[in-house]
């Protein structure tokens, strides 16, 4: 898989795991929409990291880190409360986060043994 391929399915995952969080919630929080919104961004950047553009695929991987280590409190609450759904749900986009950043960084990792091979 590339990663912006990867990237693509953590988006979605994203919009779509949140959202249904948001939708299916007795007490609906702005919040939980935070993971769509950046979803929203990942899927509009995904052209860039597709085109292999430094700048955009850094911004993404920031992106993903950042919802990675905020989507900390949510899977706690969702244990605290033992909501067994929202807490899958969290997980799901926990993995899929993790994937992403894993194939970003073996994307960066190959592109620096592309450009040693082409200088040396």
Known sequence: MKAHTASLLNAILLIAMSTWGYLSSDTPSTTALIPAIVGVILLLLNGG??????????????????????????????MGRG???AV????????????????????????RKNRAKQEG
Not at 89 to 110: C, E, G, N, P, Q
């Open 83 to 85: 909501d067994n759904l």
């Open 88 to 111: 899958i749900r969290v997980v799901i986009m926990i993995l899929s986060t993790i994937l992403a950043l894993v194939y970003f960084v073996k994307s960066f990792i190959d592109a």
């Open 49 to 78: 990291v597709k085109k292999e553009n430094k700048v955009i695929a850094h911004i993404a991987v920031l992106l993903t880190l950042i919802i990675l280590l905020g989507l900390a409190m949510p899977l706690m609450g969702a």
